[in-house]
């Protein structure tokens, strides 16, 4: 367990010094390059984990020090320690055992004895006063939401009525939602099919099944033949969402899908409608995702290097339809991006609203007369959603926003909304939708 632990501690102090979970993890398990794939599976857990509950577990590791500690690699051992002793179902004794011999096999300068003594002391003494230590704490919001104070502050002002439980949505695990391509198989026969390799799953509704443990898409039926995709329900709205009258489609439709990849909404909306597809995004590697997820589900769409807040790159032919999945700040989807919530700064929100103010207009004026153009961001920040919206149609007189209506083609059972922003829950993450039409 010890490796795992190590593993897991490196990732979680890369975080905290600014670095984005997906590629401290790598990193961190590149450093051992002899661990089990069990241990790399843990380290990856207890990375998560620690992440996911550490305004709760920094509270506790606070109030244990006498000041703090100024070798960020011990500190970080003792998060992830902390974690498994409130959240893991391992051995306490054999949790903070393993930690000790962690903490032995860290370089210098840190002198080996004296941070054996530390760690065991701090996590036996957490041990024996747990439960006076969160007593301590009941009024600090970080620790009992393990968001950052701003965020909660915000919810809370946005949403009077949902904030914690949108809090609480953003702590859990995240579901592992496949859509499945129900013009190459029905849900039934999907299912069955799932039963017979003893996957345990949920048809939630639409084309989109919950499995109950996620399983590495490898082994999942379908995947590699393109009859299922790995996509939140909350997302899988969008291709409905942009009205393209599925059964009498016009041929020739021209869609443009800005800020595609890796694609998920690009591939859906390709199974769902015959349309010309040009998917842009301004990353070069990120683009070369959407081409394979297209070759998995055998579709085709232009693929465009670009910027979507330029028309360098556009050949000023209009769009009758164009899907906006714009640069944001992430708010909505934290139950998968765990680090997010500490990455994050209050003044990234303002950032990411400047960049949507760009991308929104220039998208507009490459939209055909009687178009629509969705709007959408994986954010749950009114600044980057309806109230980005609300400047723009101030500014665009030909622009009207349409009701929030979900198609009646569209899933609906346990969509939980506002106006179009989806209120995260287990069931979905929390998108936000706008639907635009030119005048
Ligand atoms: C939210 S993700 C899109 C997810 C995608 N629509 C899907 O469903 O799989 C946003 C994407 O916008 C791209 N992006 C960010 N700024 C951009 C810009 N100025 N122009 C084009 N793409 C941009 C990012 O590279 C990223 O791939």
Request: hydrophobic residues 45%.
């Amino acid at each position: 367990m010890y490796i795992s632990q190590q593993i897991a501690a490196n990732a979680v102090n890369q975080v905290l010094s600014g670095r984005n979970l997906t590629l401290a993890l790598p990193a961190a398990l590149a450093i051992f390059p002899n661990a089990t794939p069990q241990q790399r599976g843990a380290a990856q857990d207890l990375s998560y984990g620690t992440l996911r509950f550490f305004g709760e577990i920094d509270a506790y590791l606070v109030q244990l020090l006498e000041k703090p500690l100024t070798d960020n690699r011990i500190n970080a051992l003792l998060l992830v320690a902390i974690y498994q002793l409130l959240h893991d179902k391992a051995d306490a004794f054999t949790v903070v055992n393993q930690a000790v011999h962690a903490v032995s096999e860290l370089k210098k300068p840190v002198p080996k004895s004296w941070a054996k003594g530390l760690v065991n002391a701090i996590l036996r003494n957490f041990l024996r006063q747990k439960e006076a230590l969160s007593a301590k704490f009941k009024a600090n919001e970080v620790a009992t939401y393990s968001h950052p104070q701003w965020w909660i502050n915000k919810l809370r002002m946005q949403y009077p009525n949902h904030w914690q439980g949108m809090l609480e949505a953003g702590n859990e695990h995240p579901s592992m939602t496949l859509r499945v391509n129900t013009q190459k198989i029905s849900i039934n026969d999907y299912m069955q099919l799932l039963a017979r390799q003893d996957i345990e799953a949920t048809h939630i509704g639409g084309q989109a099944v919950v499995l109950t443990k996620p399983q590495p898409v490898e082994k999942i039926p379908g995947f590699t033949d393109g009859i299922i995709s790995v996509q939140d329900y909350g997302a899988q709205l969008a291709a409905y969402l942009l009205d393209l009258n599925l059964q009498a489609m016009p041929p020739n439709i021209r869609l443009l899908d800005a800020c595609c990849a890796p694609g998920g909404k690009t591939g859906h909306i390709l199974e769902l409608a015959d349309v010309q597809m040009t998917a842009l995004d301004n990353d070069e590697a990120r683009l070369q995702r959407v081409q394979s997820n297209l070759d998995r589900l055998q579709l085709k769409a232009n693929l465009v290097t670009g910027d979507a807040a330029s028309a360098t790159w556009w050949d000023g032919k209009l769009f009758d339809r164009i899907l906006a999945d714009v640069p944001c700040t992430a708010s909505g989807i934290v139950r998968r991006h765990v680090d997010i919530k500490w990455l994050r700064r209050e003044a990234d929100v303002t950032s990411f609203t400047v960049q949507q103010a760009k991308i929104l207009p220039n998208l507009w004026q490459m939209l055909a007369k009687g178009g629509k153009l969705l709007y959408v961001t994986c954010s749950v920040f009114n600044e980057e959603n309806q109230g980005q919206v609300d400047k723009f149609l101030q500014n665009n007189a030909d622009a009207t926003q349409l009701p929030f209506e979900l198609p009646a083609n569209c899933p609906q059972d346990g969509i939980k909304q506002l106006n179009g922003q989806l209120i995260p829950t287990s069931a979905h993450d929390g998108f936000f939708y706008a639907l635009l039409q030119k005048n």
